[in-house]
């Protein structure tokens, strides 16, 4: 076996380089790995924001099985992206609100499942 001394410095910087390029991209969307993500996306309508940001936590029963992940507005409504938990059952009636958390006004995703549905 030849010494690490007497190789190609070139093939050596080559690989390492490479190796430093996937584990870059490989962290920049560990949360997309498929093996990783455990969550599932969703989308509600609200006629006002009601103070609710992207980040803010979403609940079941009181507790968090997710996090809001967008808004953006949609006609005359505000569409509000989230993403719960894999296990979760929402029903196709369930209900979402939107609630205070703090008394400083930080808000959250309240959701009440209802009716039949899949599992998140």
Same mark, same amino acid.
């Given at each position: 076996?030849?010494?690490? &001394?007497?190789?190609?410095?070139? !093939?050596?910087?080559?690989?390492?380089?490479?190796?430093? !390029?996937?584990?870059?991209?490989?962290a920049?969307?560990?949360?997309?790995?498929?093996?990783?993500?455990?969550?599932?996306?969703?989308?509600?309508?609200?006629?006002? &924001?009601?103070g609710?940001?992207?980040?803010?936590? =979403?609940? !079941?029963?009181?507790?968090?099985?997710?996090?809001?992940?967008?808004?953006?507005?949609?006609?005359?409504? !505000?569409? =509000?992206?989230?993403?719960?938990?894999?296990?979760v059952?929402?029903?196709?009636?369930?209900?979402? &609100?939107?609630?205070?958390?703090?008394?400083?006004?930080?808000?959250?995703?309240?959701?009440?499942?209802?009716?039949?549905?899949?599992?998140?």
């Amino acid at each position: 076996m030849k010494r690490f &001394s007497e190789r190609n410095r070139i !093939v050596i910087a080559a690989v390492g380089s490479l190796l430093l !390029v996937v584990v870059a991209l490989g962290a920049m969307n560990f949360s997309k790995l498929p093996l990783i993500n455990d969550h599932s996306g969703y989308g509600a309508a609200f006629a006002d &924001s009601a103070g609710l940001a992207q980040g803010d936590p =979403v609940s !079941v029963a009181g507790v968090d099985v997710g996090t809001i992940s967008g808004l953006s507005l949609s006609g005359s409504h !505000v569409l =509000v992206q989230f993403t719960v938990q894999n296990g979760v059952t929402l029903g196709d009636r369930t209900n979402a &609100s939107a609630k205070v958390l703090t008394p400083l006004g930080q808000e959250y995703l309240d959701l009440e499942p209802a009716g039949t549905g899949q599992m998140a």
